[in-house]
């Protein structure tokens, strides 16, 4: 079974919970959620399932599925303004940032939804997935990651868990896709814009 589906399934964006902890950021943040936002607070992660890594090329692509599903069920068939496919789509910084785009605001509603799970609900599922051994080598500036090492791998899971809470906890509450460095090296930039292509 890939790490993704994993992490769906029981790991760090386990159906049932990781939705429950973005809603509560989100209401920290913007209030109560419409009927619509939080179903794409459901649903933005849905595109981990199949992938085989979680921060790798395939991994950074996972919004695409959400924002699919969003833009059919939710934008309605004018497809006018697709909030919903954006709000999914952009979820991701550093999708957006390979479209040039803004960060939406589920991006940082997910990345605040950290400061509501205590390491003992985070870790185990992060280790049973599969997850927390690429997010070690991340940190350590490891395979995939930029030459920098934030958390070295003999550093203990709890201090690394309290050091990504402390720099997601920034992301969310600065709302600038810039308030940490990027981990995961800078893809190519696609010059098209996906909110204008048939969905």
């Known amino acids: 079974m890939k790490v993704g589906t994993k992490s769906l399934l029981f790991g760090v964006h386990q159906f049932l919970i990781h939705p429950v902890v973005v809603s509560i950021a989100w209401f920290h943040l913007y209030g109560r959620p419409t009927w619509r936002e939080l179903a794409c607070i459901v649903i933005h992660d849905w595109g981990y399932w199949g992938k085989p890594n979680m921060d790798g090329e395939e991994g950074e692509n996972h919004p695409e599925f959400g924002a699919y599903i969003a833009a059919r069920l939710l934008d309605g068939p004018t497809w006018s303004e697709l909030y919903c496919y954006k709000l999914c789509l952009f979820h991701s910084r ?40 690429e997010y070690r080598q991340l940190a350590a500036g490891g395979k995939m990651a930029t030459d920098t090492c ?25 709302q600038s896709g810039d308030a940490v460095p990027y981990m995961n090296p800078a893809r190519p930039k696609i010059k098209r814009d996906p909110t204008q292509e048939g969905v």
Request: proline share 6%; net charge positive; hydrophobic share 40%.
């Open 150 to 174: 934030y958390v070295p791998l003999t550093a203990t899971h709890r201090r690394w868990y309290m050091w990504v809470q402390d720099r997601f906890k920034t992301l969310g509450e600065e």
């Open 94 to 133: 550093h999708y957006a940032r390979k479209f040039g785009a803004t960060p939406s605001k589920l991006c940082w509603a997910d990345k605040l939804s950290i400061r509501y799970e205590p390491w003992w609900l985070y870790l185990p599922r992060a280790w049973a997935s599969g997850e927390l051994a």
